[in-house]
């Protein structure tokens, strides 16, 4: 079975620039998640979608991010305009129930921007 | 703030030998989580304690839960070159919690 699949896997891009990160979580799993991971800060939660409805989005860092699930199986995450700071290896990770159990991670999409 | 925090930071072993990481977290949970990740992938999780458990194995994995510590270790057995990796614990928030919350990792280096 196809794990989590997540596009692009490296994205460089310059200050200022859209970026648009995709996501497309397992079949059947109805929770959704979206971390980021620095060597500073660790793995932080971003942004969590129960049945394609976004419950938490304290973590999503300021007004220029932005993610959107239109249907169970695809998510995006935007950053508009993007910032040298946002340079960090973005995961979208999927699990049945949302209730804490086990999560299935994509392999992440590394951003770089200059 | 961070909920898990391993320790050590990083740890380097010969093959076969044991490794031991431990995890400290602060407030009350349902259940704790230890994941893998090789350079350059995705977590990958590995396994699950419930509060009420005290030990669980899976396969070389051992895991201990100690909740009035606040404390859980990963003890993997007769390590292989291949166990070289980061190893993260993951905390929820109590029962009905859908957050987890990663602490910094153990980087783990096992020299063949």
């Known amino acids: 079975d196809a794990g989590v699949i997540q596009s692009p896997r490296h994205e460089v891009t310059e200050m200022g620039q859209e970026v648009t990160l995709r996501c497309k979580p397992i079949?059947?799993?109805?929770?959704l998640f979206w971390y980021r991971q620095t060597m500073m800060r660790g793995l932080e939660l971003l942004i969590y979608?129960?049945?394609?409805?976004?419950?938490?989005d304290s973590g999503m860092p300021e007004d220029r991010f932005s993610a959107k699930m239109p249907n169970a199986s695809f998510s995006t995450l935007k950053i508009q305009p993007s910032e040298p700071r946002d340079s960090a290896v973005y995961f979208c990770?999927?699990?049945?129930?949302?209730?804490?159990?086990?999560?299935?991670f994509g392999e992440g999409s590394r951003l770089t921007v200059l | 703030s961070q909920q898990g925090e391993e320790d050590p930071q990083a740890l380097s072993i010969q093959e076969g030998e044991n490794a031991t990481m431990n995890c400290s977290y602060k407030?009350?949970?349902?259940?704790l989580q230890w994941y893998r990740q090789n350079s350059g992938r995705g977590l990958v999780h590995l396994i699950l304690?419930?509060?009420?458990?005290r030990e669980k194995h899976s396969g070389r994995l051992r895991v201990t839960l100690d909740t009035s510590k606040k404390s859980s270790s990963l003890l993997i057995t007769a390590s292989r070159a291949a166990d070289t990796a980061s190893y993260f614990c993951?905390?929820?928030?109590?029962?009905?919690?859908?957050?987890?919350?990663f602490g910094k990792g153990t980087k783990l280096s096992v020299i063949p």
């Open positions: 304690i419930r509060s009420n458990e």
């Open positions: 990770a999927s699990s049945l129930g949302g209730n804490g159990g086990e999560l299935f």
């Open positions: 993951a905390t929820d928030r109590g029962a009905g919690s859908y957050q987890l919350t």
């Open positions: 979608f129960n049945n394609n409805v976004p419950i938490d």
């Open positions: 407030t009350s949970i349902n259940n």
């Open positions: 079949s059947g799993h109805n929770s």
